[in-house]
């Protein structure tokens, strides 16, 4: 079974799957926190809120390490690719 050059391999769907869980979780917090903080900003320092909260600060630069090291892997495997295939035309 012959596999398309252009198919990303596992890793890469995985951070990119756990790239876009981790943008949307702390985009819905963000709303969320916002939503109860102009309703009763006390209630936000008590209960689960301090840990939606933290995902808020959190998320989006873990996700933006994540997309930078898919974008490194990915032209990684892309520029290996591409050196195998004009290894092969020029045979």
């Known amino acids: 079974m012959s596999r398309d050059p252009n198919t990303?391999?596992?890793?890469?769907?995985?951070?990119?799957?756990?790239?876009?869980?981790?943008i949307g979780v702390a985009v819905i917090c963000f709303f969320v926190t916002l939503i109860v903080g102009m309703n009763d900003r006390f209630l936000l320092a008590e209960g689960v809120w301090p840990v939606l909260v933290a995902l808020t600060y959190v998320g989006l630069p873990v996700a933006f390490v994540l997309l930078v090291v898919l974008l490194i892997i990915s032209?990684?495997?892309?520029?290996?690719?591409?050196?195998?295939?004009?290894?092969?035309?020029?045979?």
């Not at 032209?75 to 045979?91: C, F, T, Y």
């Open 8 to 22: 990303p391999s596992r890793l890469e769907r995985v951070l990119a799957l756990a790239t876009l869980t981790i």
């Open 75 to 91: 032209m990684r495997r892309r520029g290996k690719e591409n050196a195998s295939d004009a290894r092969n035309r020029q045979r």
